[in-house]
């Protein structure tokens, strides 16, 4: 199996009772049916229920296990993960999430989860749409029982205007939903545990409430986690650099990742060309470590396109 080319998989799509149709309208996407309201789209994925697979039927769970360094570098062959330690996503919230958590990793195990920390990159909002994140400065756990038991957990959590091009860091533990009206990619270790601690008294697809995890969300919820912002943006295009991710934006031309690196593309907004391959918003695709330098130049087809570089930790 040769790697002088990028490599690219087949979105899965998932149905969700706040999701809509942005990402045929605003990325161009070609959704599953014509009704559905779809929530995420899976773009790089390594897990058993929804395993990334190129058009040539070759999976990321094999990329990962049988030819690691080709693809994702030396540097990575020492990474103990069996799974390809990330899941990338898009998120079309048109209606609010539910207020979540997700547990942090001394907790995961004894609540039988996974940890998962994140990070989101606004690609689209809606005038007014906005983010929760944290607590409001003052608020207590018993603060956060009482708004439980009265439902008025929003009241307690602290807002952030949201605006495109924002990124904000959520690290387990971190109190979070994403507000309506918002087009995101998400960036995540590979886990798929969220507890949901409060869902607006609303129905899911079915009908009936969706279950509710509050005993797991008030054993993970980081309770000194007060009124975050959003990512300041280095200036070298970091968005968030930490143990499990790092993130960039970049918008101007040059080499994505140097010879014998691994690293995905995220295209956010118009167009860009990567070694002949042309890439548009909504897009990601692996840039292998095998591939030669002059196959890595990047170029934007105008101003206005953007696009993550999504590197995992050596």
Partial sequence: MKFNHLIRFTPIYQSRVWGGRRMQSLLGAS?????????????????PEAPSITADGVS??????????????????????????????????????????HPPAHMATA?????????????????????YAGLRPGVTQADFEAALQNGTV??????????????????SGRVHAIGAG?????????????????????????????????????QSIDFNDFAPGVQKIEADGTLVKCEYFDVK??????????????????VTSG??????????AGDFALVPAALEEMARQVKPADSHSKWLEIRVPS
């Fill in 249 to 266: 934006v970049r918008s101007t031309p040059g080499p994505a990742g140097a010879p014998g690196e691994g690293l995905t593309l995220a």
């Fill in 271 to 280: 167009e860009i060309s990567v070694g002949g391959t042309v890439l548009k």
């Fill in 60 to 101: 990321l769970h094999d990329l990962w296990t049988n030819h690691r360094e080709e693809v994702f570098g030396k540097a990575l062959l020492s990474c103990p993960s069996p799974t390809f330690p990330l899941l990338m996503k898009i998120l079309d919230a048109c209606d609010d999430l539910s207020i979540q958590v």
């Fill in 182 to 218: 918002l087009l995101i990619y998400e960036i995540q270790q590979n886990s798929d545990t969220t507890y949901r601690v409060f869902d607006w008294n609303r129905v899911g697809l079915d009908g009936k409430p969706r279950a509710l995890h509050v005993m797991e969300s008030m």
């Fill in 111 to 131: 609540l039988n989860g996974e940890p998962k920390t994140e990070m989101w990159y606004i690609a689209h909002a809606d005038p007014g749409a906005k983010i």
């Fill in 31 to 47: 959704l599953p049916d014509a009704t559905t309201p779809f929530g995420e789209a899976w773009t790089v994925c390594d897990r």
């Fill in 154 to 171: 929003a009241d307690v959590v602290h807002v952030i205007p949201a605006r495109t091009g924002d990124c904000l860091f959520i690290p």
